[in-house]
C-alpha cells in the first residue's frame, strides 16, 4: 500500500448505512475482524461501496489508542482489537506499538512515551488497539 | 485509566441529542468544564448514556492543538479549554504541552516541535486546548 | 496564525448542507484548491457560516497522510491534495513532511519515520496529502 497510514486492512463492506450526512459502514477484515467506519455518503456513493465490495481500511497510527487489560471500561470507540504487543519503538516525546491480531495482522498505535512508561506495555503484553469509526478510511481499486 | 490516551476527564453526562448516525453528547467535567462529543448512536445504546451517567471522556494529545492568546479567532472546534502551561517536553519533531485548568485538570497536547517554536509557547503561558467534538471518545465502567 | 494547527487556509466557504448533528461544509482556499469539513451544525450557526463567508481551514498536521503515486486508489478521505515534497524532517519516530501545492500552499503531514523509509519518500518527489473531512477546523475572525 503506497499510503503513510500504517495501519492497512484488507477486506469486505459488510453493510451500508446512510445518514444525513455521514455514512456508517461496517467492515470484515481478511482476518476476520469487524471494523466500523464513519465516511461522508458521497464517499459510499463514489466509492460504490455496498455489501460484498471488496476495500481497504486505513488508520493513521497517531488515532490509535492502546488499552491495556483490566480496565474494566466500556468504550463509545467502536474499534476495540485485542491482540498481542509485537514491536515497541520509542522515541524521546512519540513511540510505536505494534499489536498483532489473532488474525495475523498488526495494528500499529502511535502514543507518547510517557504513556508507554506509566501503562508499563512491554512486548508480549495482551493489550487492545482502539480507534474511532471515525479515524477510519476506506479505499477500493480505483 | 489504563489507556493510552493522555487526556481522561471523569464527569457526567449533561445530554444527549441522536443524530441519523452520530449523537452530539454534552458532558460535564469533575473539574467543571463542558466538553462535547460526537459518537454514534449505536456507541449511545451500548454505553447506555443519558443525562446524569457518570462516564470519561477520552482524548488522544494528538487530537488537541494548542491556541494562543490574541488570535481573535472563533473556532468551529466545538472543545476550547483555556489553562496555564505547566509542561514542555520536546523531540526532535514532536513536543507534547501541558496546560492545566482552572478546575485542576490537566490537557495535553502532541504537537510539532516547530509550532512551539513558530508559536513562542513556554512555561506560564495562557493558552487554548482545541480539540473537535469527533476526537472524544466516551467510556463507562463495564 | 496563532494556533499549533501547522495546516492553516484562508479562503471562503462554497457552500454549507446542514445534517442531523453533523453539517458539510465545501471551502475554496485562496490558491484554488477545494476542502471539504464535517463540522456539527451548532458550529455553522455560531459561526454564521454560509456561501461567501471568508473563513480559514484548519488540519493538524497528525490528520494528514501521505499517498505516493501510482497507488491506484480512490479513498473515502473526502481531501486529496497533490504537489511536491519540499521538505522532510525526521525525528526516531516521527517525521514531518512538507508538501507544496500547486496554488502555492504548503501541507504539512506528521507521519512514522518508518512510513517515510518503506515509501522512500523524498524531497521532489510528487505526492497526495489526504485527509478526511472531519479532520477539518473552520475559523473566521472573531
Do not use: W, Y
Not at 495475523?104 to 506509566?118: D, F, L, R
Amino acid at each position: 500500500m503506497k499510503i503513510s497510514a500504517r495501519n492497512t486492512f484488507s477486506g469486505t463492506v459488510a453493510a451500508v448505512r446512510l445518514g444525513a450526512v455521514n455514512a456508517e459502514v461496517d467492515f470484515t477484515t481478511a482476518g476476520g475482524d469487524n471494523i466500523v467506519a464513519i465516511i461522508t455518503n458521497e464517499s459510499v456513493q463514489n466509492l460504490a461501496l455496498a455489501a460484498g465490495t471488496a476495500a481497504v481500511a486505513l488508520v493513521k497510527a497517531s488515532s490509535v489508542m492502546v488499552l491495556v487489560e483490566g480496565s474494566g471500561l466500556k468504550l463509545s470507540a467502536r474499534n476495540c482489537l485485542s491482540g498481542s504487543v509485537v514491536k515497541l519503538a520509542a522515541g524521546p516525546v512519540s513511540a510505536e506499538v505494534g499489536i498483532a491480531l489473532p488474525g495475523g495482522e498488526v495494528v500499529h498505535a502511535s502514543i507518547t512515551q510517557e504513556s508507554v512508561k506509566e501503562l508499563g506495555i512491554a512486548v508480549g503484553d495482551t493489550v487492545t488497539a482502539v480507534f474511532k469509526a471515525s479515524s477510519v478510511i476506506l479505499a477500493v481499486a480505483g
